[in-house]
Every structure is written in C-alpha cells, then in structure tokens.
C-alpha cells in the first residue's frame, strides 16, 4: 500500500502555490471555496499557523467546518490551543460530527470542560454523546449528519423539508423515515423522492427491510454489511430502534484496510487486540504482550529439534559437512512453507478459494514445489561440489555422492513444507477458525523439524550410520 | 479478514426460506422485490437451477437485472447456459454494465457471437466498449451507468431530464454535467439540485474543479483518489476529456483490499505480478515463476551461515551441546526480526509512522525485544538446565555456565533481530522503496548469519576456543 505516498492533485496545489505567491489572496480564497477540501487542506497544513487562521477566517463558517475536517488530527489540535475559545468554538461547531468527537475525546479533561461552555447547545449534547460509545463499535465511529422524514409527508413535502434542515448535512444521499420518537420505519433514497410524483406519499416508496447496525455492533461487522450490501452509509440503531447515526463508506474503507492490514501481523504471530492504538501512542509493554506468547511457545517447540539434532550426534560426527547445510535446509523449508501459507491465506480471504478445494490446492501446491524443488537442489549441489571440496570426509564417500544426498534431502524438504505450508491454513479454516492465526513462525517451527526428520533419515539410510 | 464467513442478514433469509417452505409464492416474490438484492441473490443461489429460472421469471426487468448482478460469477454463467438466448438478453440488457461487461468477457469468443444479436443497439455497444479496455486500468472496472444534464439548464429543468433518463440508472449521487460532445464541464450533486431555487441556473451551483480519473490510469491509483477525496464515484475521461463511465466506491473497497493483501505476499518474497489471477486460476509455472527468485537466491545466502559453522567447526566438536541449540537461535531471531519488520510496514501503510521516526521506533523496538530476550533467555536456561544434564562436557566446564553462555546469546540474538527487522523497512522507505519488500525471508537469513556470529563469538570468548 502507497497511499502514504500519495501526492494531492498537482494541478490543484500549483493553483494554490501561485495565487499565494503572487499575493493574490482574495482569489486564493476564491479557490479555497471552490477545489476539493482535501486539496485546500494539504496547501494550509504546510503553511505557518499565523497564515492558516487568517486564511480560515476569510472563509465563510461552512467552508471553515469542511476544510478544518480534513487537517490531520495534530493541526487540529495545534488550532484549538493557538485560537482563542470563542473563535474555535464557532468552528467546531461546522466540524463533521464523528471528526469532531475524536477531536474532543483528544482533549485532555481540563480543556473539554474549558471548551464546553463556548458550544451551542446541539453540538455539546452531541459531542458528549458521541464520545460515550466505545471506539470500536458502531456507536464510536458514527455520525449525526444525517436527515430525516415522515412517512406521512408527500414527496414534495419531504424535500421541502430536507431543504430546510439539510445544509448542514454532508450525506444525504439516503433519508431515514422516522417517527415523532426517531423510531426508524425505513429509508427512501434521494433519488426515490425526486423520480416520484410531488403527490405521492413517502410510506408508498418506503424500503422497510432495511440493513442497519446496532450502536454496540463491531465495528468491523458494519464496515462488512456496507461492503456486502453496496452502501453509501448504514444506520445506526439503538436498542430502542431508534435512529442514532449513521456510518458512512468512507470508514468502512479504512476500518476494511485496518484488518487486512491486522492478518499480516497474525500471520507474524503478533496477537490482535480490541484497544490497539497507533505504533508510537502503544506502550512498549503493550508491544511486548501482543508477541510475547507466540515467540516464546515456538522457542520452546524448538527444543524438539535440538532433541533431534542429539539424537543423530554420530552422523554430524562423522560428517561435518551436514552441520554446515542444516541451516540452509531449515531456511529453506521456513520459506517454502510461509510462501505457500501466505498464497492460500490471501485466496481464502479474497475469496478466490474455499476450503471445499483443499485437493486442488495441495495438488497445485505440490506441483509448484517440485519446480522449485530442481531449483533449489540444483543449486545446492553446485553450491557442494564448488565449495566443500577441502572439507574431510570418511573414506569411501566422495563429495559427488555427499553432495546428491543433501540435495535430494533439500528437494524433499521443500516439497513437503510448501504441502504443510498449504494445508495449515485450509485446516483452520474448516475447524471454524481464522487461516491467518497459522502464522508463519508456527509453519517455520513445524517445518524446521519435519526438516531434520528428513535431512537425517536420508544420511542415515545412504550413508549407514545412525 | 472474515469477509467470506459473513452470513447473509439471518431475518431475511429465514424470512425467504419459510415462504418458500410454505409454498406461498406470490409472498416470496413480493418480498424478492422489497428485500436487498445481495439477501435475494443469495436464498436463490441455493435453490435448483429451474426454481431460479422460475423465481426470476416472476419478476419484473429491472429486479431481474439487479438480482442477477449479485449472483455469483459462476451463476451467471450457468444461467447463461441454461436460458435461451433471447430470455438471457433480456435479463442482460438490465444488468449494471461492469458485471456485464465481466460476464460478457468470461464467455468464449464463439459464445459473444451467439449472444450479440439478440442485445438491443445500446446494450451491444455498451458492453464491446467496456469489454475493450485493459481490467487494471480504470475502464476496465468503470461503468456506464451514469446521468447527465447540461450547463444552460434550470435545476428544474435537470430534475426533469434526470427523472426521464435515470431510471436505468443506478448511481445518481452526482450528476455530471456535459456538452453536447460529451466533453465534461463539471458536476453537481443531486442534493445542489434539490436545494437550489428551481429556476437557478446549473451553471451557478456547478463544481468545475472536481477529481476524475483518466481512463488509462492504474485502477490502485483510481482507489486511491475514492479513499482520499471521500467519493462516492469517480468520473472516467478519455483523451478529449470526454465523459466515458463512472467508478464507485465499492470497486475502490474491492481494489484497496487487494492492495493490501498484496502486502501480504510481498513480505513473504512472492514476486508481484500485473496479470495476477484468482489462485486456482493461475497456472502453477506463474505462480513458481513468482515464488523462486527469493527462494533460490536466499538459498544462496544461506552459504554463509553453513561457512561460519564450517569456521567454527573446533567449538562444535568440542561442545556438541551448542549444536543443539542452533536451530532455536536461528528460528527465534527470524521471528523476532520479522515480527518487528511487520509492525513496522503495517504502522508505516496505516500512516501511522513515517520514516522520519526513525529513532523513536528503533528506540521502542530496543525496549520491547529487550523485554522479550530477558523472557526467552530465562525459558532457554531452563530448558538446558532440565533437559541437558546427561550431556557430555569437556572437564571443567559446568552445565550452569554453559547455559548462562546460551541464553545470553540468544538474548543478544532477540534484540539485534528486532532492530534489524524494524530498521530494514524503515531504509527502504527513505529511499524511496516499498517497505513491504523487505520480505521476512531476507530478515530471516539476514538474522541467521548475524545470530550464528553473536553464537560463536559469545560462545569462543567464554568458552576460550575457536
């Protein structure tokens, strides 16, 4: 993912670089009112504070909510400590809603009880109730821009009333029918209310069989139901049914991104957890817990290898040489298998596959670690016959004979490990559970040992001694 | 990811499958009508193919379109070998034009040319021009079901040029607005429309200064303006800046999950590749191709780890014990190392981090990998302690003190990886690479050689040989 790397629109940022150098400031407000927010955004952030208030205040309220919504969560708290409360209360007010509860769960206490009192009465009571449900539900990640409507009104009546109370709405692509308790009946698109009749009612258009979430529902189940059902945004219900907020696409692509993201550290063996904050803001400790169990559990399997290693002290005796390729041999299957795990992981979640083909997929498996297999015997034999020619051998061994053994072993180990690799996570899956948890460093273990099995049952079997 | 375990909203599912139980028919059609089309598409894929045929045959054109357009891919097909031709273009013609165009590219060339007589003009046209654009690019996921109006109109005029074309149409969030060449001068909303004064000009509320995609441009690069600018839709232009279809969010949903899955395997040393299929789908010669570079050339590296043990051959022989512990110094530091690499590239594409950081996160990744060392340095004395006991020593050398020797290694070993693991990113990134290529391979191999160093170098100096 580069979207970090992602420049704004050049054409839109040159404008704006122009009109501020030329001193043209009245047209560079001109711009302001007109380009993307995003983009007016981007040009202020890198601007000295000085200039960012005294561009704001030459918009108007509107256009100070939308643009202040889109600086980065450190501007906008620079902001509230350079302005004074009154000014950043006004704005704060024409803030986004769910933009705006981060930003005053962001406050330490003392400033949300100096802020308080410079609010109008809506924006304190919703600020405060928004920031009272858990990040990490419904209710913690909605907004309140949204309009509502009876189903007793007309089509014409409905938009007279949208007009009416919508400017300060970003979304209304849906409008949510509510009765006089904000009890939800169900919704009617824009669209519905101006493809019908002025005449006709909303109750005859009304989609009863609505998808909502609950306001304690996961969040990542809402962002699904949006993904699954195509919405441009879900409701929200409280256990009344009544209608609280609504989530919108936008954080359905981020929370989307964040547990993609989240099966790379599973796959690492990093335990997931519900209160994960940004990198720097967890503390070290915190880290520490998240890959404290796997890494210790998977050094304690490895004592079986080293159990292994024991057992078969005569042949590394004997033959040095296997000491040195053991690495090599447990590298390799690490590799394999992780590679293999990660391909079948990534299919299963996109959904390319299902567990009902675990045949194809091992057979498929197999097929492409043979190819690999010739690789990488090939190269380790090269790698013998170049490298080891001074190393001492028993009598009646050649380095030819030494060399084709490890190869043969190495060939079978990458077979067999991609096969592990492969399997694992299919093998979850059908017991119910998430493919990812079969992380790479577990696949490494199994591999490692399952790799000794093999390096030292192929010596001990063509060279005799155990 | 669990996307493919969601469950279609029970309710409605247990709604639909008691109808049909029921046998009462006509409810079971009517609810088809009212409930969303992804809970219908999905009642229906379980049912035999001539219940199918019979429930959409109940229905009317459009909810026909609209339920065929969830089916599966495969469905689809199916559906369009079991209808005759002339009943499989009608449905056809009512399907979003991106499905489409996608079903219409999965059938044999021998298939298309059965099937196009039996399209109208505009369906026909319509779906060989989508089918011509390359799938990575934003024509090939764009479709075509967008409304337009002209500059010169009135916001009533609009309403009612809409009303007349849209019902065909899906998205009609924004409204484009265009020449009579089709050449696009901007875009309103259908909210600019409703709130205006209906004798207010298009041209007065028009948003001349809005974000489009060119109709080459890389589809990740299409996802990324979606995700930035907040869209529910993106306009296509060609070359003379000609409206020629809309991207909507759920494609950009689809295309940065792929994205970051992506990431996934790029960690994992699997090559990237443009023409990347679904995983059964791709043949297993690419998928080697993709898989053995990484593979091999780790394979070669790895001579240096079998190099520095051949160097050290003296300290082997002499205390068989560290061979035994090898493997686990080797296995713990790839996953230490690649654990911290992770954490890294996720808080790196989260945004989260920036390189910039650098001595804070390297800073932090020191003091977590030291609170892991001391935790596997304690369970690696432990385990020498309870399971080596009968091993053999040179005299005057006790089993404590070799332990101690062993877990102190393996402690240098957890912190070294970590910070190489958490550094190696970081480096690439500030020049100017892809963080998620620094694949947990190379660290592993990388830490394989640098804890068989620490191993022997803590090791010789202790123990007084080489």
Redesign the interface.
Known sequence: ????N?T??PE?QDLLQDLSEQGKTEELVE?FE???T?DVAEFMEDKPMEDIIRYLKKLDMEDQGRIFSDFTHDLQLKLFKALDRRTFARIFGQVFSDIRADLYQGLSKEEQIELLPYLDKKTREDVIILSAYPPETAGGIMNTDFATIFADMTAAEA?AK??KD??STNM??YIYVVDHSMVMKGLVT??D???HDPTDKVLEML?????YAEVNEDR?SVA?KI????L?AIPVLNSLSQLVGIV???E??DI??????????K????MPSEDDD???LTS??H??KK??V???S???V??I???I??EH?GV??SF?IL??????M???G???G??AA?????????????DK?WA??IF?ET??SF??SI??AL??YL?IAF?SFH?LLPEGFSMSYIGIIISVAIAIQVVTSAVIGAALPLIVRRLGG?P?VVA??AI??IV?ITG?LIYFTVASLTLGIS
């Open positions: 993912m580069e979207e970090n992602q704004p629109e839109h711009m007109e380009l993307p995003m938009l949208i007009r919508a400017p209304i692509y824009l669209k209310l101006v493809m989609n009863e069989f609505f998808v990542e699904q993904e699954r059902y195509d441009v919108s696409h936008e359905a692509i989307i991104k964040r547990e993609a993201t989240e099966d790379l550290e796959i690492m063996g990093i940004d990198y720097l070290s400790f880290h520490f890959r404290v796997w890494l210790v998977l050094a304690a490895g004592i290898s080293g159990m290693i024991n002290q590394l005796e040095i000491a040195m390729y053991m690495p090599m447990a590298a390799t690490g590799n394999t992780s590679q990660t391909v079948v992981i990534r299919a299963l979640s996109l959904g390319e596959i299902d083909d194809k997929i498929k097929k492409i190819m690999l690789c990488v190269l380790t790698k490298l190393s998430d990812a790479s460093p490494t273990t490692d000794l």
